[in-house]
């Protein structure tokens, strides 16, 4: 079975401190990983991937996200928040090799960005 | 640039009307998917489409159908609205084959069922 969980509904932190946002994923096959980002009333954006390449994946406007199979986390981080990160971060896995093509999307969390 | 369109972003309708969600996409992508997002829910696959008029159940299937007549759009219809249907719809698209393409989404369309 596939699950993904966002630890945090709610992140507040201060314009320019580091941003953590956690997500824990269960996969039976090798996962693909996704952090999607949501601006109020827009559709979902693609911030960054991991598809089995290096562990460490560096996305857009500066996010990045580890895997890491042995903790089955892959959260999303940026050094240094700016105002305009506020928005609902989505973790989403999709079970490779398994013949569907499902996402799995976590619960979203939504960031609040403080001046 | 990429781009996936939906046919409105607000609609309101009346209980028990017939309701035509559409979904447009430039990518000449082969898969197609209609999710519903509900607050603390995240999103929630309805239907997909890995070809034209082929379809697969999501996880809520139930109250809507789809139609697929050509590869660029999808439909999703709610055959008799209710006011349980009022939500945001979210529209998608991906290369065919491994799962690890990601998806593209559309802005969404945020329904009312009165």
């Known amino acids: 079975a596939q699950s993904v969980t966002q630890l945090d509904s709610h992140v507040s932190v201060s314009e320019g401190t580091p941003v953590l946002l956690r997500c824990n994923y269960s996969?039976?096959?090798?996962?693909?990983l996704f952090w999607y980002v949501q601006h109020p009333n827009k559709g979902l954006q693609l911030l960054l991937k991991?598809?089995?390449?290096?562990?460490l994946v560096k996305g857009i406007n500066g996010f990045e996200a580890e895997f890491k199979k042995s903790e089955t986390s892959f959260h999303l981080t940026k050094p240094s928040a700016h105002m305009s990160d506020a928005a609902e971060y989505f973790c989403?896995?999709?079970?490779?090799?398994?013949?569907?093509?499902?996402?799995?999307f976590g619960t979203g969390t939504r960031l609040k960005v403080l001046a | 640039d990429v781009k996936v369109t939906q046919s409105s972003r607000y609609l309101v309708k009346r209980t028990g009307e017939k309701v035509f969600l559409e979904c447009v996409q430039d990518m000449d992508h082969e898969n197609m998917f209609w999710y519903r997002q509900d607050p603390g829910l995240g999103l929630r696959l309805i239907y997909f489409?890995?070809?034209?008029?082929?379809?697969e159940k999501g996880d809520i299937p139930e109250g809507y159908s789809v139609s697929r007549e050509k590869k660029e759009r999808f439909s999703l219809i709610l055959e008799s609205a209710s006011t349980n249907q009022t939500s945001m719809y979210l529209c998608a698209s991906s290369q065919e084959g491994a799962v690890t393409y990601e998806q593209y989404f559309g802005p969404g369309t945020r329904l009312t069922v009165t």
């Open positions: 996969s039976s096959y090798s996962p693909s």
């Open positions: 991991y598809t089995s390449a290096a562990t």
């Open positions: 489409s890995y070809d034209v008029k082929m379809k």
């Open positions: 989403v896995v999709s079970p490779r090799g398994s013949g569907t093509y499902k996402y799995i």
